[in-house]
């Protein structure tokens, strides 16, 4: 073949994939069109079921599209989204969503995978095999865990982790002796999931780092700052939508305490008022009553007195009582 028909052929070949970006280019920038959010994925070192399955679940609301970095730039220029293409520098996917980012983002989290370690991967943590017992029989697997830096014994017919065994320290790179020895204990050490990087929702674009939220110290944080803030309203008197109901109940507590201490009758203080006159009234009724009694215990003993002949008075008596036992 003459190198002018191979210049020919490399053109043709040129102007189809010249054309097949172009068409991709299109194809994406409709999709980005029809759906509110857009979402930047790092799908590098991704295994591909884990990135399958995602698109299954999500396949209702959702829309996911792979393609060359240039292509996806172009497109999200093109749709008006080019700030969200300056986060693409790694191998990329895109997802078109009615999802709002934050929904999306925590999908893609609590859908994540334990996955085995690969010979060479870095380490971002210690590995450690505890200890404990196994199913694994005596024989080569004792050699191999042995060569990984676990200290297996052979106990009851049946190999064992004597004690817990660091097989890779964080930040260095995972042997094969040390793959394999997990893989034989069935360790799966790491979690694997979506990469979302970033987001835009039509106004503004969310990082990777605003979205990922703990959720639950979030809800703590919330219902402590709304606590504060209604003490606060509370005590300064400040009505709001939240306080204003224990604002009126204080305060129609104390006019109506006020109120009664100030004897000043109204429709709420007067039962009250009433119901104390009452018992003030029984009080001193019965204080009346027994000094009546005492009284009349004295003008009797008067009478027989005079019956009997005497002038004297019941104090007088008393008295003369008193001078006759001297």
């Given amino acids: 073949m003459t190198r002018k028909k191979i210049k020919a052929k490399n053109k043709v070949h040129e102007r189809k994939a010249i054309e097949g970006k172009k068409l991709r280019v299109e194809e994406i920038s409709k999709s ?5 959010v857009v979402a930047l994925l790092n799908i590098r070192n991704l295994p591909d079921r884990i990135l399958q399955s995602s698109k299954k679940k999500l396949r209702e609301n959702s829309e996911f599209a792979v393609a060359k970095n240039s292509v996806i730039s172009r497109a999200l220029e093109k749709s008006g989204k080019g700030e969200l293409a300056s986060h693409a520098d790694f191998p990329s996917s ?3 969503t009615k ?3 934050y929904a999306l983002f925590k ?3 609590d859908n994540k995978v334990k996955v085995a370690a690969k010979p060479g991967q870095i380490a971002p943590f210690d590995i450690v095999v505890h200890e404990g017992e196994t199913d694994l029989m005596p024989g080569p697997a004792l050699s191999e865990l042995k060569n990984a830096g676990i200290n297996a014994q052979i106990k009851a017919g049946k190999i064992i982790i004597a004690k817990d065994s660091v097989v ?4 260095t790179k995972i042997s094969d002796n040390v793959c394999k020895a997990l893989q034989k204990l069935n360790i799966l050490p790491f979690d694997a999931m979506v990469n979302m990087v970033a987001a835009y929702d039509g106004k503004t674009t969310y990082t990777a780092s ?3 939220v703990d959720e639950a110290q979030l809800n703590a944080d919330v219902l402590s700052c709304l606590s504060q803030a209604f003490n606060v309203s509370y005590n300064a008197s400040f ?7 224990a604002l009126l109940t204080n305060a129609f507590s104390q006019g109506r305490n006020m109120a009664i201490n100030g004897g000043v009758y109204s429709v709420e203080s007067t039962e009250l008022l009433l119901a104390q006159a009452v018992m003030l009234g029984s009080t001193l009724s019965g204080k009346v009553g027994t000094f009546s009694s005492a009284e009349g215990t004295v003008v ?3 009478e027989r007195n005079l019956e009997s002949g005497s002038s004297a008075t019941p104090a007088a008596s008393t008295g003369a009582a008193a001078e006759q036992k001297n």
């Avoid at 890779?168 to 930040?171: I, Q, R, S, T």
């Fill in 239 to 245: 009505p709001t939508s939240q306080n204003i109901d």
């Fill in 94 to 96: 895109l997802v078109f």
């Fill in 168 to 171: 890779a320290k964080a930040g």
């Fill in 107 to 109: 999908f893609f989290k």
């Fill in 32 to 36: 980005v069109g029809k759906y509110p």
């Fill in 99 to 101: 999802l709002t980012p």
């Fill in 300 to 302: 009797q003993q008067h």
């Fill in 210 to 212: 605003i979205l990922n």
